[in-house]
């Protein structure tokens, strides 16, 4: 994403923060400048936390964890929000200001703001503001905004998720991608009709079904092949959580990854195992007791699965080519799936 002068930050109460940290701006790139709140069981969260691993700037953005649950009339709360018995592990406090909810870092930067109090949340400490809470855009920026701080010639500094040469079929992939896999766990699994909750899952196993063959078609390791790029933060954020959460939470059934997909199983496996910051920014427990224990209409007495077990499987397989691809066979799908660009 090119950096806009000319587009608000932030167009009043009903508006979210769209600031793009970039050299020779309002929020130029420095060390300690920036604080990053996230919950670990949020995908959206994920893929700005995953970004700022794998861009080496842990040290430069320190973050703040919300706990998994409870949500409440008042949003994400921080350890320490109901009394000094009130912990979570792994949840961090509010490190800026000592908050006991997410909501009062928001009003902080707008007393008026009315949208959601959601992760990421990119705060500004120099201007005490907010600075972007869109998923999308920190993804896509943060590649870059803050290279200039990044020794030269590094492998963290060179790192670009969105190539020149694999813009065009990144752009292709990314809108089924997000719409049907990303946002369509959430269609299926908050559905209140059998119509809508149909119309998600089976979008979401076509989905499935085209990632399958991709990655295949293109070798592994990766979606696009050789190159690490966007889709692999977008597609990983949801297929970390598919088995152990959407299958059984959101009715997500149709299939599980480590059954029916062998190639998308074996790049996640690799991800996760081989991948410096995959399994870093994952933490299973926040992520399992996050749905389990905030989705009171989907799960009122708020048990939380065993399983499945492990979380994720050890032993990578990376010979793409000798795998036969999987898929969820239902009629359904597989008319869905040749909407698809690409089937």
Same mark, same amino acid.
């Given at each position: 994403m090119e950096y806009d002068p000319k587009k608000p930050i932030h167009d009043g109460p009903e508006d979210?923060?769209?600031?793009?940290?970039?050299?020779?701006?309002?929020?130029?790139?420095?060390?300690?400048?920036? *604080?990053?709140?996230?919950?670990y069981f949020c995908p959206f969260a994920h893929r700005a936390n995953l970004v700022r691993v794998l861009k080496g700037?842990? $040290?430069?953005?320190?973050? $703040?964890?919300?706990?998994?649950y409870p949500k409440g009339q008042a949003g994400w709360s921080f350890p320490g929000a109901n009394g000094p018995d009130d912990t979570y592990e792994g949840s961090t406090p509010d490190k800026l200001f000592g908050s006991k909810y997410l909501h009062e870092v928001y009003?902080?930067?707008?007393?008026?703001?009315?949208?959601?109090?959601?992760?990421p949340l990119l705060?500004?400490?120099k201007g005490d503001t907010a600075v972007n809470n869109? $998923?999308?855009e920190l993804l896509r920026w943060l590649q870059t905004g803050f290279n200039e701080i990044l020794p030269e010639g590094s492998p963290e500094r060179n790192l670009t998720l969105y190539p020149e040469h694999l813009r065009a079929k990144i752009d292709e992939v990314k809108e089924w991608l997000?719409?049907?896999?990303?946002?369509?766990?959430?269609?299926?699994?908050?559905?209140?009709? &059998?119509?809508?909750?149909?119309?998600?899952?089976?979008?979401?196993?076509?989905?499935? @079904? &085209?990632?399958? &063959?991709?990655? *295949?078609? @293109?070798g592994g390791p990766y979606v696009l092949g050789k190159e690490l790029t966007e889709l692999d933060i977008l597609a990983y954020a949801t297929a970390i959580r598919f088995d152990v959460v959407y299958v059984q939470h959101f009715k997500c059934n149709l299939g599980i990854i480590r059954h029916d997909y062998p190639v998308i199983h074996e790049w996640l496996? @690799?991800?996760?195992?081989?991948v410096k910051g995959f399994r870093e920014t994952t933490n299973f427990k926040h992520i399992k007791? @996050?749905?389990?224990?905030?989705?009171?209409?989907?799960?009122?007495?708020?048990?939380?699965?065993?399983?499945?077990?492990?979380?994720?499987?050890?032993?990578?397989?990376?010979?793409?080519?000798?795998?036969?691809?999987?898929?969820?066979?239902?009629?359904?799908?597989?008319? &869905?799936q040749k909407k698809l660009p690409g089937a």
């Open positions: 979210g923060w769209h600031g793009v940290v970039a050299p020779g701006t309002r929020f130029a790139p420095e060390s300690g400048r920036y *604080h990053l709140y996230i919950g700037l842990d $040290s430069a953005i320190d973050i $703040s964890v919300v706990k998994a009003f902080r930067a707008d007393k008026d703001y009315k949208g959601k109090y959601s992760v705060w500004d400490i869109e $998923s999308l997000t719409s049907d896999l990303n946002s369509g766990v959430y269609k299926a699994g908050f559905a209140t009709d &059998q119509a809508g909750y149909e119309k998600g899952v089976i979008s979401v196993f076509a989905a499935l @079904n &085209q990632l399958e &063959q991709l990655i *295949h078609k @293109n496996k @690799n991800l996760y195992w081989n007791e @996050n749905y389990t224990k905030s989705h009171h209409d989907i799960n009122p007495h708020a048990i939380t699965p065993l399983g499945p077990y492990p979380d994720i499987e050890t032993g990578v397989n990376l010979d793409f080519a000798g795998i036969k691809p999987g898929r969820v066979a239902h009629p359904a799908v597989l008319e &869905q």
